[in-house]
């Protein structure tokens, strides 16, 4: 009775835990939708950041019975719905690798390794967040009624830690959270003193680089790979097409693309190491044997093509295999 009881117990935990990861994977896909119109027409996107898969959690501090009883249940905050590594960049214009997270109710600037909280800021007292409409991963979040100034970050996955506080600052707030585009940033460090940040674009250079002289700094954004305007609004015009698509029934649905004719050498295949039944139309089915062309990797599901039909599969059940062997096959 007591060892039936275990196996029961352990097979609802066991649920629930994928249950909770399938809910996750959802709100993360919503999110990956709704950031494409977060910029419009005023902040050139990287080729990098459309592609990207989101994950929210980069650093899976939610497993760290460290930091979930030091500083999320201390603050009364239960969920890292953002956590990643940045740079801060302080007010003497030098970067600070920082881990920002974001929860429900705050941003936390944690210092790497011991994860101690060297700031909290409520999202109810962000009055905005500015931006240059250049390609570069600067941003600068202001903080009403603080003393201690706004905060300036580069962050690589800017769009998504922006669209996720964008949600949570209307759910708290009941307004959209208030984006500056502009290629001058006025901004206040500690004690209220007024700094600058220039953008100017150069394209000598590959990325971004900054230089800082009395009080301000003039950053410098490269030849960037970017994705043009109409190449977004065409994708957010695929995405409703799609969404509308999967009100309809079977006989109605989009049309599927080819199954590729070869394997080609510059293309990422892999192997089916176990079956896979999709629990959700994002999600693609496949057998263990079956050859899929991987199309988008992340730690944890990638996006193949299997057949002509396209969706996410756990990268666990998947091997990548040589392409070179498949074409002499």
Not at 3 to 28: D, G, M, N, P, W
Request: contains cysteine; proline residues 3%; glycine residues 4%.
């Amino acid at each position: 009775e007591e060892l039936r009881e275990r196996k029961v117990h352990f097979l609802v935990t066991k649920i629930q835990s994928v249950y909770r990861s399938y809910v996750a994977r959802k709100h993360l896909l919503k999110l990956r939708e709704e950031s494409l119109g977060l910029f419009g027409k005023k902040k050139l996107r990287r080729v990098a950041s459309i592609r990207r898969f989101y994950v929210g959690d980069y650093l899976r501090l939610a497993n760290s019975r460290k930091f979930v009883r030091n500083v999320l249940k201390k603050n009364k905050d239960q969920h890292v719905k953002f956590a990643d590594t940045v740079q801060k960049i302080n007010k003497r214009f030098v970067a600070q690798t920082r881990i920002l997270v974001l929860t429900e109710n705050n941003v936390y600037n944690c210092k790497p390794g011991s994860l101690s909280v060297r700031r909290i800021i409520s999202i109810k007292k962000i009055s905005k967040v500015s931006l240059s409409p250049l390609a570069d991963n600067i941003m600068v979040i202001h903080v009403d009624g603080e003393n201690r100034g706004d905060y300036v970050l580069v962050c690589e996955r800017k769009t998504e830690f922006l669209t996720t506080l964008a949600s949570l600052y209307s759910s708290l707030t009941s307004r959209t959270l208030p984006l500056d585009f502009t290629k001058t940033i006025h901004y206040h460090i500690e004690g209220r003193y007024a700094k600058k940040i220039s953008f100017v674009e150069d394209k000598s250079i590959k990325d971004f680089k900054w230089a800082a002289s009395k009080g301000s700094l003039t950053v410098s954004v490269g030849n960037i790979p970017t994705v043009s305007y109409s190449a977004i609004d065409q994708k957010l015009q695929t995405q409703k097409t799609a969404n509308a698509a999967k009100a309809m029934d079977s006989k109605g649905g989009p049309i599927l693309p080819p199954k590729p004719a070869k394997f080609r050498s510059n293309e990422l295949w892999a192997k089916g190491l176990y079956d896979f039944v999709a629990e959700d139309s994002e999600e693609l089915s496949f057998k263990a044997g079956d050859m899929l062309k991987i199309l988008e990797r992340d730690p944890e599901w990638w996006v193949a093509e299997l057949q002509g039909k396209k969706g996410f599969v756990p990268a666990n059940y998947v091997q990548l295999v040589n392409t070179a062997q498949l074409e002499r096959v």
